[in-house]
Nanobody
Framework: QVHLVESGGGLVQPGGSLRLACAAS????????MAWYRQAPEKQRELVAT???????NYLDSVKGRFTISRDNAKSTVYLQMETLKPEDTAVYYC????????????WGQGTQVTVSS
């Protein structure tokens, strides 16, 4: 079992920035592909960004050029740097970990609220 704990959410004005962090309770963090999802009220959860073990990344089209996902294997932590935030980025952001080989080993964090409003 891997526990994921997100932090860094909050209230920010449009155009502002936030940095989310997700700390994982595993000594083999480097074996997990990591991702950030988000879910806005009355909407389905959507994939925002992924970072694989080799640090290759992918992004939702609407966040490309504004969000950056990164990982620190020594700290077992994945980050999401969010710039030029928009009201439509408002959502609960969830961290996800999936073992690169045993893909049934998939874990979720509890979520952190991001609200973009003036």
């Amino acid at each position: 079992q891997v526990h994921l704990v997100e932090s860094g959410g909050g209230l920010v004005q449009p155009g502002g920035s936030l940095r989310l962090a997700c700390a994982a309770s595993t000594s083999i963090f480097q074996l997990y592909d990591m991702a950030w999802y988000r879910q806005a009220p009355e909407k389905q959860r959507e994939l925002v960004a992924t970072i694989a073990r080799d640090e290759s990344t992918n992004y939702l089209d609407s966040v490309k050029g504004r969000f950056t996902i990164s990982r620190d294997n020594a700290k077992s932590t994945v980050y999401l740097q969010m710039e030029t935030l928009k009201p439509e980025d408002t959502a609960v952001y969830y961290c996800n970990a999936q073992h690169f080989l045993a893909t049934y080993l998939r874990y979720w964090g509890q979520g952190t609220q991001v609200t973009v409003s003036s």
